[in-house]
C-alpha cells in the first residue's frame, strides 16, 4: 500500500514540496489541499499586473491543479479548507467550500504550508468597500474592477513597505495620484533610516505624496464611494481606494488547535528539516520560526525565497533522503524597486544589532557607507549608489548591508548575501574576484570598495567617527571639501582646508584636540585622516560624509507637518 503524503496549502512552500517529493519517489500518493481557487500563483506578481506591467492573467499562474496531475501524478484540491488535523488518528478534516461537506482523510506524513494573513488593525471602519489588501488573485481582480467602477483618481497606500511601495508605483503608472502612509518617520522599515532618505527624495520627485510618522485612526465613508482617512496628527485624506500594506502575520490556528508547539514570535516551532513538534508533520513557510543566521534567535521571514528551500528539505527527510543539510536560518534578503529605484538589504539591520543578544551580551558592531559608481565611472551611464555594511570590529564577520541605487545594487547585495551565508569576514569582499569590464563593473567593484573600508577598520588601520556621536565630546572639525562645496552647505563649526592645500596648512590645526574630517561622501577625508594620522595628529574620519548627514537630517524632519494635496 502506498504511503500517503498530504500537504496543506500551496503557493511557494507547499507546492515546492510536493513536486520535490515527487521527484524524489513514485511510490508515495500526494495531495495538495488549498483554500483558495490557485494553488501556485506568483503573489509577488500581483501589484505588477494591477499596473499593467504584467498583462495576462494567466503569467501568474506558476502551477495549475492540471500540471500537477499530469507532470507529477499529484492531486489537487483546491476550494478545500483544512479545519482540524487529528493527530492520533493521522487524520485531516477538509471541508469543501463549494458544498460545505467534511470529508476525513488519513496521512502518513503532512505538511502544511498554511502561509501568512494580512494584518487588519482594529480601527473603525477598516472594513469599509474601497479598503483592499493585495495578497491573492481575487483581491487583484478586486482592486483592478474597482478602480474601473469608481474611476479612482487618489488612492491612498497605508504602509510603506515592500508590497506598499509596490502598489504605489503601479497604481501611479495607472495615472492615479498616490499617498503612502506610513506610521514609522521613514518608509522601508527594513532598512535602517538614514537608508531611507534616497528613497524619500525619488518618491517625491516621482509625483507620490508622504506622510510619515502618524498612524491612521480612522476610515470613514463619504459620498460617491470616497474614504476619508484620519490621522493620529489630525490630518485627513479624502480617496477614492485605500491600499493596506501594514505587514503580514502569520496562519497559525490550524497547527494551534492541533496542539503543535508555537514559537516566541508566534510562528509554528520547528527543527532544522522543518519538523514540527510531532514527528509526522512539518511546516514550511510564511508560518514558522526560523533562526536569524546573524543574531541566532529566532525570526518570521515571510518571503518566497526561503519557503521553496524549506519546502524542498522536508520533502527530503519525509522521503527518507538523509544527504540533503537542514535549513542554515533566514537572512531575510530582499529587493523592491519603485520607480525606478532600487532597494536591497540582506543581513541584520542597525536597529536589529542593537537589541541583539549573544549570550546575553549585547552585539558589538560597526558600520560604514559608500558611495561607489555601479560600473567604471569614466564609462557613460555610471549610476552612484549608496551602500551600509553592518560587521564585527573584532574579526570582520558581515552582519548585514543594504544599498540604495538605480542601477546594479542587487547584484551587491547577492554577492554580500552569500559571503553571509559563509559566515564570510570583510576580507572575504576585500579580495572578492568579481567580473570586471568597464560597461559590467569596475576594477574594484562596489563590493570590493565596501571591504577595503571595513578591513581597514578591523585592521586598525583606520579611525572611523558618525555623525550621530558628533555632539558627544569636543571635537576639530574638518572639512575637506573645495571652497564652492563648502560654501553650499556645511556643518557649523566646520573648518574648511580642501585636501588638496592641507600639507601646507597642517601648522593651522590642533594637536590637543581629536580632529574629525569629513567630505561629500568619505574619500577624500580618509586621505586627509591618513595623512594626519602620519603626521601624529589624532584623528578619526566621519563614515559616509556630508551625504550621510543630509541623509540623516532630513529623516529628522520628517515628520514636520507639510502640505498634502489629499488633504481636504
Known amino acids: 500500500m502506498k504511503r500517503r503524503l498530504l500537504i496543506v496549502g500551496g503557493v511557494a512552500g507547499g507546492a515546492s514540496c510536493a513536486a520535490r517529493s515527487r521527484r524524489l519517489s513514485e511510490d508515495t500518493e500526494i495531495i495538495i489541499f488549498e483554500r483558495g481557487p490557485f494553488v501556485s500563483f506568483a503573489n509577488c506578481g500581483l501589484p505588477y499586473f494591477v499596473g499593467n506591467v504584467i498583462t495576462k492573467e494567466e503569467d501568474l499562474i506558476v502551477a495549475s491543479p492540471e500540471r500537477f496531475r499530469d507532470y507529477f501524478n499529484i492531486e489537487v484540491r483546491t476550494g478545500h479548507n483544512v479545519c482540524l488535523i487529528d493527530r492520533e488518528k493521522r487524520e485531516i478534516e477538509v471541508e469543501n467550500m463549494a458544498t460545505g461537506n467534511i470529508s476525513r482523510e488519513k496521512y502518513d506524513n503532512l505538511v502544511i504550508s498554511p502561509g501568512s494573513v494580512p494584518i487588519f488593525p482594529p480601527l473603525e471602519g477598516i472594513d469599509l468597500p474601497g479598503i483592499f489588501t493585495v495578497k491573492t488573485i481575487p483581491d487583484m481582480r478586486d482592486i483592478m474592477d474597482w478602480i474601473e467602477r469608481q474611476n479612482a483618481k487618489k488612492a491612498a497606500v497605508i504602509g510603506g513597505g515592500f508590497i506598499g511601495l509596490e502598489m504605489a508605483e503601479n497604481l501611479k503608472k495607472r495615472s492615479l495620484s498616490v499617498s503612502i502612509v506610513e506610521m514609522q518617520k521613514h518608509v522601508m522599515p527594513a532598512i535602517d533610516e538614514e ?330 577625508s580618509y586621505n586627509a585622516a591618513r595623512l594626519l594620522a602620519n603626521a601624529g595628529f589624532k584623528v578619526r574620519n566621519i563614515c559616509g560624509g556630508y551625504m550621510i548627514h543630509l541623509c540623516i537630517e532630513k529623516i529628522r524632519q520628517q515628520t514636520k507637518p507639510k502640505p498634502n494635496p489629499f488633504k481636504i
Open 195 to 524: 537608508m531611507a532618505a534616497p528613497i524619500h527624495a525619488h518618491l517625491k520627485s516621482s509625483g507620490i505624496s508622504l506622510c510619515l510618522g502618524s498612524p491612521v485612526t480612522s476610515f470613514k465613508q463619504l459620498d460617491a464611494g470616497k474614504i476619508l482617512i484620519t490621522l493620529e496628527s489630525g490630518e485627513t485624506q479624502r480617496v477614492d481606494m485605500v491600499i493596506l500594506s501594514i505587514g503580514v502575520r502569520p496562519e497559525i490556528e490550524l497547527a494551534h488547535t492541533a496542539g503543535l508547539e508555537i514559537g516566541s514570535l508566534g510562528g509554528i516551532q520547528v527543527d532544522e528539516f522543518m519538523r514540527t513538534s510531532d514527528p509526522h508533520i512539518w511546516a514550511v513557510g510564511d508560518a514558522v520560526e526560523v533562526k536569524d543566521c546573524i543574531t541566532g534567535s529566532n525570526n518570521m521571514i515571510p518571503l518566497a525565497g526561503p519557503a521553496n528551500r524549506q519546502g524542498r528539505i522536508a520533502a527530503h527527510v519525509i522521503m527518507g533522503r538523509r544527504d540533503m543539510a537542514g535549513f542554515r536560518g533566514g537572512q531575510a534578503t530582499a529587493v523592491c524597486g519603485v520607480m525606478g529605484l532600487t532597494i536591497a538589504s540582506t543581513g541584520a539591520t542597525e536597529k536589529t544589532l542593537k537589541n541583539a543578544l549573544i549570550n546575553g551580551k549585547p552585539m558589538i558592531y560597526e558600520k560604514i557607507y559608500a558611495h561607489p559608481d555601479h560600473i567604471a565611472g569614466f564609462y557613460p551611464g555610471a549610476q552612484k549608489m549608496m551602500i551600509k555594511l553592518l560587521f564585527s570590529p573584532e574579526d570582520g564577520r558581515i552582519f548585514g548591508a543594504q544599498a540604495v541605487g538605480t542601477e546594479g545594487v542587487e547584484k551587491r547585495i547577492d554577492v554580500i548575501a552569500m559571503a553571509i551565508q559563509k559566515e564570510g569576514t570583510v576580507f572575504d569582499l576585500e579580495e572578492a574576484e568579481l567580473c570586471y569590464a568597464p560597461q559590467y563593473g569596475a576594477a574594484k567593484d562596489p563590493v570590493n570598495i565596501v571591504g577595503m573600508i571595513a578591513a581597514n577598520i578591523v585592521r586598525n588601520e583606520h579611525s572611523i567617527a558618525h555623525w550621530m556621536d558628533l555632539d558627544n565630546g569636543d571635537v576639530y572639525l574638518l572639512d575637506t571639501r573645495r571652497p564652492e562645496e563648502y560654501e553650499r552647505g556645511h556643518i557649523d563649526a566646520a573648518v574648511n582646508i580642501p585636501l588638496e592645500n592641507l600639507r601646507q596648512r597642517l601648522s593651522e590645526l590642533p594637536r590637543d584636540r581629536e580632529i574629525w574630517t569629513y567630505c561629500l561622501v568619505g574619500q577624500r
